[in-house]
């Protein structure tokens, strides 16, 4: 079974890092993973969202977040919404949470974020440098849940 990654990042928040958020994507699925980022490595979709009733977004993405082994965020575009994921993810789902940052790019990491010693926090500056450390923690997270019972059906 492939590991699952719910991918969050910035919509409504801005759309400055879409085509960042395309490329973790493809390198992640590149790399055997099932990727659910729904539209938001989307180039086509702006900070309008989609076209979707909001019920039916939250619903859809939290079902997502729910069926994740681990969920990434890309958390240099500060968002509500990312924001809100990394909460659901943690405290209603217990699930891993990697989070990228460049540190250039906003005054700092909200502390909400870099606080939370549970979250993996991946600074950066080159998307090149990143990658491959993304990957490490994503393999080293599969390598760990491998080594798990499984939970009875
Ligand atoms: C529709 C109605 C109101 O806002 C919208 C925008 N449409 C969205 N479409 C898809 N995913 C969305 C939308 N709004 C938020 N999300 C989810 O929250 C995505 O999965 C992102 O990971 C995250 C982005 O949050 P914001 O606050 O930047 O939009």
Not at 27 to 42: C, K, P, Q, R, Y
Not at 86 to 94: G, L, S
Request: proline letters at 5%; glycine letters at 8%; a negative charge.
């Amino acid at each position: 079974m492939p590991t699952t990654i719910y991918f969050s990042g910035s919509i409504s928040g801005g759309r400055a890092d879409v085509a960042l958020y395309r490329r973790i994507v493809d390198v992640l699925e590149a790399d055997g993973f099932h990727v659910l980022a729904g539209s938001v490595a989307a180039e086509h979709v702006s900070d309008g969202g989609e076209a979707l009733d909001p019920c039916f977004i939250f619903d859809r993405d939290i079902g997502w977040i729910e069926e994740a082994d681990v969920l990434v965020a890309e958390v240099s575009t500060p968002s509500l919404g990312v924001g809100y994921e990394i909460a659901a993810a943690r405290y209603r789902y217990d699930i891993p949470v990697i989070c990228l940052y460049r540190p250039a790019y906003t005054k700092r990491c909200s502390a909400m974020i870099s606080g939370d010693r549970k979250i993996e926090l991946i600074e950066y500056d080159e998307v090149d440098t990143m990658l491959p450390r993304l990957r490490e923690s994503l393999h080293r997270e599969r390598r760990s849940r491998a080594r798990l019972p499984s939970t009875p059906a």
